[in-house]
């Protein structure tokens, strides 16, 4: 009976040191793996926060390029635009210019003075030479081929100075008047009529920078 006894007890002891061991070794088991788990999930949100930034680098890059982008195609409207608005001034001050220079004055048969519809004509153009500020003007006075070639100069020139003090008097500078006189010398019309006569009897002005 006492030997029964003992062999309990020692089957006891045994059963109770192996649940001792396994314990102790689930316990060791779960305290190396959890530093393990918290590692790997760190890592993750590691990972995530680098994704994250990359994506709001990625993202902040694209703002910027696309800033730079419609920065440039602004500039570019710009430049357009301003190009189109010089040539748009250009042509109209080619246009102007044409009608200025293409209008004459004319006068009588030896005579110097300016007719009325003369006057109006110089009034239009002293009103363009006071909007155009840098434009100065040739007066060119010109006569039909009647008269000796000298007689026909001095009334030329009576002529183009008629026209240059009539648009002093309207208050264009003098510096921006100059005068010449061609006399007979440069016909609007070869004819040698009454027709081609009062054509030639005239004003020419023409236009050039004095900026």
């Known amino acids: 009976m006492r030997e029964k006894v003992i062999r309990s007890l020692i089957v006891l002891a045994f059963v109770c040191s192996s649940l001792f061991i396994v314990s102790s070794c689930a316990k060791k088991q779960v305290q190396v793996s959890e530093p393990a788990v918290k590692a790997e999930e760190k890592e993750k949100v590691a990972a995530e926060e680098a994704r994250a930034k990359a ?45 200025f220079e293409s209008e004459h004055i004319y006068f009588a048969f030896d005579k110097y003075d300016l007719l009325h519809y003369s006057q109006a004509v110089l009034k239009e153009k002293a009103a363009w030479l006071r909007r155009n500020a840098s434009c100065g003007v040739w007066i060119e006075g010109h006569c039909d081929e009647r008269g000796t070639s000298e007689y026909n100069l001095a009334l030329g020139e009576r002529r183009a100075y008629a026209a240059q003090e009539f648009l002093v008097a309207l208050g264009i500078s003098k510096d921006r008047i100059k005068t010449i006189s061609y006399g007979e010398e440069r016909p609007a019309d070869p004819g040698h009529n009454e027709k081609a006569w009062v054509k030639n009897r005239r004003d020419e002005f023409k236009l050039f920078k004095t900026k």
């Open 55 to 99: 994506e709001a680098e990625r993202q902040a890059k694209l703002r910027v390029e696309e800033a730079e982008r419609q920065a440039k195609l602004r500039a570019e409207e710009a430049e357009r635009e301003a190009k189109l608005r010089e040539q748009e001034a250009a042509k109209a001050l080619a246009d102007e210019t044409r009608t």
